[in-house]
């Protein structure tokens, strides 16, 4: 990391350290990442992922819940944990004086929770109310139907949630089943960032995570297979509300392809902003919608570009076309302006991470899980630099070799929005 003495060590029992010290920094971040997600979860274990990272702060072996709560604000800390397809991530932000409790929690919460029966009723409730708070939301419902429709069978299109049948029916065995199988010292990195020495930190978690087992016995991973001509491309949820919300998907590429980052500088200009083609085109000049973006997701083995526009019944089909028609048009007239603007938006987040603890922390782990090493910010910004227009040009034509995905939501009939056929039409360039 640019002006951050970033250093690796791998401990004995195969579980990696690394940090980056951050000379002007006035705190630390620190936390475990473990190496398993949504994805990696059987059909009958669907949600158990997300419940653990409920059930981390239900109690130990020396504290309960609220000691856990009142431990960390007694000294004005931070502690949160998140799930996604890929990982699971438990996390702490502290003054740099409090590391030595902020490393011993983190290994308490790994290596000694109790998950009590009382709190995992409780918390398995909680879920179920999640899940019910998402059913009724439809801008994040969504995007759990688009997962599906892009990834069909795969355990990518499965709600990182779980289903209310699938989340009651878990027991404790088969919460330390999973454990068992993913919670090992080589499938885990503890991270830290901020004012921090490596030396000591490496000693403190070498003492502190001692109790934790060495290999895990994880399944292989495969990709998720993109649909086909053959397969369901277009998924219409019919609901009564006052718009439609759709997500329109492109197939795109795993995060350590050589073309990852220029796919990310593509979605910076094509809908990743105020200036970008998708919220100049249909929101300031055609009124069609008022919020439209697009991102880049890019996992281990295989990846997408994702486009949201919410939008009127009436206005709903034109706005699948001009979603296509720019990104067609992207494939043959990409400018030089517009990517030179794109540059500056990827270059200006990059180092403006690099000033959050936070970040810094979060993307020390991510660099080793998916890329093997940290990969220093001047050779991103290089990297960066040397994308053109024709790059852009050509990852665009890439994107429109496979027929597009929709998923929709709202008060629409099927006559509303284009059929597959018409879909690919209008992506194609």
């Not at 794109?342 to 993307?363: F, H, K, N, T, Y």
Request: aromatic share 6%; glycine share 8%; with cysteine.
């Amino acid at each position: 990391m640019q002006g951050h003495d970033t250093r690796v060590s791998i401990l004995p029992n195969g579980l990696t350290v690394v940090t980056a010290s951050m000379a002007s920094a006035k705190s630390i971040s620190l936390g475990y990442w473990v190496k398993a997600g949504a994805r990696d979860e059987t059909a009958s274990e669907h949600g158990m992922a997300h419940l653990l990272e409920h059930m981390a702060f239900k109690g130990t072996e020396r504290r309960d819940a609220a000691m856990i709560a009142r431990e960390v604000e007694d000294r004005g800390g931070f502690i949160n944990a998140h799930t996604s397809r890929e990982e699971t991530a438990y996390y702490l932000r502290l003054m740099p004086e409090d590391i030595g409790f902020g490393v011993d929690l983190l290994a308490d919460l790994l290596t000694r929770s109790t998950y009590p029966d009382n709190e995992l009723v409780r918390e398995k409730n909680v879920i179920v109310q999640e899940i019910g708070q998402s059913h009724d939301t439809p801008d994040d419902l969504i995007f759990d139907l688009y997962q599906g429709i892009a990834h069909g069978d795969h355990a990518l299109a499965r709600p990182i949630l779980g289903t209310v049948e699938s989340v009651t029916g878990f027991s404790r065995d088969n919460i330390h089943a999973f454990l068992g199988r993913h919670y090992a010292a080589d499938n885990i990195i503890v991270a830290a960032s901020g004012r921090v020495d490596h030396d000591d930190f490496v000693a403190m978690v070498g003492e502190a995570f001692s109790p934790l087992s060495a290999a895990a016995d994880t399944m292989p991973r495969h990709a998720s297979p993109w649909p086909g001509m053959t397969a369901p491309r277009r998924l219409i949820h019919h609901r009564e509300l006052e718009q439609a919300h759709l997500v329109m998907g492109l197939k795109g590429m795993s995060v350590n392809d050589d073309d990852a980052l220029t796919l990310a500088l593509l979605s910076v200009l094509y809908g990743g902003g105020m200036s970008s083609r998708l919220f100049q085109e249909a929101r300031e000049k055609r009124g069609l919608c008022y919020s439209v973006f697009s991102y880049p997701q890019g996992y281990a083995d295989c990846g997408q570009l994702t486009i949201y526009a919410g939008t009127s019944v009436d206005d709903a089909a034109e706005m699948v076309k001009l979603a296509g028609a720019e990104m067609a048009t992207l494939a043959t007239a990409a400018s030089a302006d517009e990517t030179a603007r794109a540059r500056a938006q990827i270059r200006a987040s990059l180092m403006m991470r690099q000033e959050s603890v936070a970040s810094v922390c979060e993307s020390l782990p991510r660099h080793l899980i998916y890329f093997g090493r940290i990969i220093p910010v001047a050779e991103q910004l290089e990297k960066i630099s040397g994308i053109t227009e024709a790059d852009i040009r050509r990852v665009a034509s890439r994107l429109i070799e496979e027929p597009p995905v929709l998923a929709a939501i709202g008060p629409l009939a099927d006559g509303d929005l284009p059929d597959e056929d018409a879909l690919r039409s209008a992506f194609a360039a």
